[in-house]
């Protein structure tokens, strides 16, 4: 992670200079805005990648010695099948169908999106990890 997080910060200072060249040379505010947001968001995931990489073990990818094979096993837990991100599709587009077609339409679309939030989130603490 220590390279991936030094890469996204020199990208972020790439990101600062061509946001000012733009933006003194085209006097556009959009692109300028987009190319300062860029950086943001850079400087965000590299400081991220960074502090998580002094949190955690060397990976193979930090070690220049390692093979593919040395990457292999298991990564972490990933989550096989929800329905609830879909539930939470429908309520936000029945939300945004609401500021087209009339306001209304958010007294049904806020009860859909609660109720998917908070299935997603809750999820894995039913069965045997639920409490009584």
Known sequence: MKIQGKMFLWLSFF????AVVYGA??????????????F?????VGFYLGFTARRVDAGAQDNKEADVADDAGELGFFSPHS????????????????VAVGWWLLYFAA?????????WVFEYYR??????
């Open 25 to 38: 040379w085209s006097k556009e505010p959009a692109g300028t805005t987009a190319l300062f947001l860029a």
């Open 127 to 132: 069965g045997e990890n639920r409490t009584q």
């Open 111 to 119: 009860p859909v999106i609660v109720v998917a939030l908070w299935g």
């Open 83 to 98: 329905w609830q991100p879909l539930a939470l599709g429908v309520g936000g587009a029945l939300a945004f169908l609401g």
């Open 40 to 44: 943001g968001l850079s400087i965000m």
């Open 15 to 18: 990101f600062l200079i061509m």
